[in-house]
């Protein structure tokens, strides 16, 4: 199987920076597409930043120009640049990756989510 750890998270006022990972290990055959979702109180999980395989990258617009979405397929790890963090950055953020293992189709997998929390 698959196990993802997130880490970065933490507490940062307002207009400071976080980087997040996620680290994936396991029997991995390819990893695909990789994304970090956040989830506030109260709301749905929505899409912060993706990324693609060959490195094409989507970013939710309350977050462009601001997080950096990236990737190292040698570390099968996932980041997620923050800066200029706004209160309403506040969430748990997750992130999910599409991996095929071998012999096997491909398959989403969640991190456990990490807290981030800005202070005005």
């Known amino acids: 199987q698959v196990q993802l750890v997130e880490s970065g998270g933490g507490l940062v006022q307002a207009g400071g920076s976080l980087r997040l990972s996620c680290a994936a290990s396991?029997?991995?055959?390819?990893?695909?597409?990789m994304g970090w979702y956040r989830q506030a109180p109260g709301k749905q999980r929505e899409l912060v930043a993706g990324?693609?395989?060959?490195?094409?990258?989507n970013y939710a617009e309350s977050v462009k120009g601001r997080f950096t979405i990236s990737r190292d397929s040698a570390k099968n790890t996932v980041y997620l640049q923050m800066s200029s963090l706004k209160p309403e950055d506040t969430a748990v953020y997750y992130c999910?990756?599409?991996?095929?293992?071998?012999?096997?189709?491909?398959?989403?997998?969640w991190g456990q989510g990490t807290q981030v929390t800005v202070s005005s």
């Open positions: 999910k990756l599409e991996v095929t293992l071998p012999l096997r189709p491909q398959d989403d997998y």
């Open positions: 990324i693609t395989s060959s490195g094409r990258t």
């Open positions: 396991g029997s991995i055959f390819k990893l695909n597409a």
